[in-house]
């Protein structure tokens, strides 16, 4: 069962680093920002003008492009990745799931692809990543916090499930 289908679309949440303190306010699903003072330097410069949001299918040939280079990163567990099966793993998901992409400075820097599931003893769907990405020259503690953070709320919002093998928060979920 499709996510989209099931509950229909997704609505943002916004960030707000004051002091060093993060300061969470749900205003809607599928947007978020991180906004910081750099200038009485709250927050270093990577995490300056962070922002997630769902991807349109504009972004998904972007999304596989990462989606790619992640295979090809853990290559010792995986094949020598097939494009076209890679393409239609990333659209075949979307269709069904939310793709949460990170962006910083306006450029997409990372993407929690998420698909849904139900398990083979179960009626009851779940949300699962297929694959949680940022690239190597944007990794960070903080950055992998603040997907997981999007991630999480989506399936807060939706009451799911969810598995995950890569997770940062601060607290238990």
Not at 2 to 12: E, I, N, R, T
Not at 88 to 100: E, F, G, H, I
């Amino acid at each position: 069962m499709c996510l989209m289908k099931a509950v229909g679309l997704l609505s943002p949440l916004a960030m707000a680093v004051r002091g060093g303190v993060v300061q969470i306010v749900q205003l809607s699903l599928d947007k978020t920002e991180l906004i910081c003072n750099n200038v009485h330097g709250t927050c270093p410069p990577q995490a300056a003008c962070l922002s997630t949001r769902y991807a349109d299918f504009d972004d998904l040939e972007t999304v596989l492009g990462m989606y790619m280079q992640a295979l090809t990163e853990i290559k010792e567990y995986v094949a020598t990745p097939n494009p076209d099966k890679c393409r239609n793993v990333v659209y075949r998901a979307w269709s069904c799931a939310p793709c949460v992409l990170v962006e910083q400075d306006n450029e997409i820097v990372g993407f929690a692809g998420l698909s849904t599931a139900t398990p083979e003893h179960s009626d009851v769907p779940f949300l699962r990543e297929y694959m949680f990405f940022i690239k190597p020259e944007n990794r960070s503690t903080k950055l992998a916090r603040y997907l997981s953070e999007a991630v999480k709320a989506v399936a807060d919002k939706f009451k799911l499930p969810l598995s995950m093998s890569h997770m940062v928060f601060d607290h238990d979920v």
